[in-house]
């Protein structure tokens, strides 16, 4: 059952000449349940199309596109982005440092969210405040619940963080890159944490990487993101083993595999276009090597090459194996 959907999302701000389209024509769907991957290069769109779910995109930013969300299993309604903000969805930042409160005790921080959406008083928010924190994992929650963020270390921090983003209990759980700072085996431990939560509570996730190794271990599907458009999606197995654009499997031969000899890293020549410049037809054909003519004026549809499966490109064809 669709929990949410994203129908033609676009991110214009405003500027002298022509407005600026970081975010350009974004269509997915998460089911309940369901680990949904957005990956892409930095500067994709990818943190800013999450931000946009909830109504977290910068000033001077407007957003046009329909948003849809099944809070209560009686189907799914538009809703605007600061309404759901705890009740319906919580979000996981990237550094926990800087987004956490430094004047705040961690308690206290996610004793915050319960107080605020559920009515708890000052030492039943506490209470739970403690249950969270030994629910995500952290030992001693008594103790570290007294602390203030900047003692902890940085994968007591996430998980702090991700208490928070549950202790209002939503539906959905936006985690924009939370793995990036931390240590593999830290990395692994929080991921393991994701699956957890998700398995335990029913939780929908979106989750947001440039790492496809990361992706590929936690996600049940991808969307794969270029210069602010949708480039494909799939299940992620299947798109991962055989990708059907060209950017797709650019980065998935740029991954570091122990399978592989020692050697130099596949890279993807050039770089991203200027968000600033009016691109038309395939944003990814000045880097790809299967465009022709008719990529630089193609326009972009996701279409529908296997079941479960979408590609924007117009030459699926001429993929070479991985």
């Given at each position: 059952?669709?929990l ?5 999302l676009?991110?214009e701000?405003?500027?002298p ?10 269509s997915f769907e998460?089911a309940r ?6 990956a892409?290069e ?5 943190s ?12 001077g ?5 329909e948003?849809?969300?099944d ?16 009740r319906g ?8 440092l800087?987004?956490l ?11 915050q ?12 928010g ?7 924190m ?24 996430q998980?702090?963080?991700?208490a928070?983003?549950l202790?209002t ?10 793995t ?16 957890r939560?998700?398995d335990?509570?029913g ?7 440039h790492?496809?190794a990361?992706?590929?271990e ?11 458009r ?15 654009h ?6 998935t031969?740029?991954?570091?595999s122990?399978?592989?000899?020692a ?5 993807i ?7 600033s ?10 880097r790809?090597?299967?465009a022709?003519?008719a ?17 924007a490109?117009?030459h ?7």
């Open positions: 059952m669709t949410l959907s994203v129908r033609k676009r991110v701000i405003a500027h000449s022509h407005p600026i389209v970081p975010i350009d024509d974004v998460v349940g369901e680990i949904v991957g957005i892409g930095s500067g994709s769109g990818k800013l199309t999450l931000k946009a779910l909830i109504g977290l995109t910068p000033p930013a407007s957003q046009t596109g948003l849809l969300i809070l209560d299993g009686r189907g799914l309604a538009p809703y605007e982005p600061v309404d759901v903000r705890g969805m919580s979000f996981v930042f990237q550094e926990p800087t987004a409160n430094p004047t705040m005790r961690v308690g206290d921080l996610i004793a969210g319960p107080r605020t959406h559920h009515g708890l008083s000052k030492r039943a506490r209470a739970k405040a403690i249950e969270l030994e629910d995500v994992g952290i030992p001693d929650p008594a103790r570290r619940a007294r602390m203030w963020p900047h003692q902890l270390s940085g994968g007591l921090r998980r702090v963080m991700i928070v983003a202790s209990e939503p539906t959905l759980l936006l985690c924009d890159e939370p990036t700072a931390l240590d593999v085996s830290v990395q692994d431990q929080i991921l393991a944490l994701l699956h939560i998700r335990e509570r939780l929908a996730i979106v989750f947001v990487s790492d496809l990361v992706l590929g936690l996600c049940d599907s991808l969307v794969v993101m270029y210069a602010g949708v480039m494909e999606t799939g299940i992620t197995a299947a798109l991962l083993d055989a990708p059907h060209p950017y797709t499997a650019a980065l031969r740029a991954m570091p122990l399978d592989h000899d050697g130099r890293l596949s890279t020549p050039g770089q991203p276009p200027d968000p410049s009016l691109m038309t037809g395939c944003r990814f054909a000045p790809c090597s299967f022709d003519d990529c630089s004026h193609a326009a972009h549809e996701l279409v529908t090459i296997a079941p479960n499966r979408l590609t490109c117009i699926p064809d001429r993929l070479l194996p991985l």
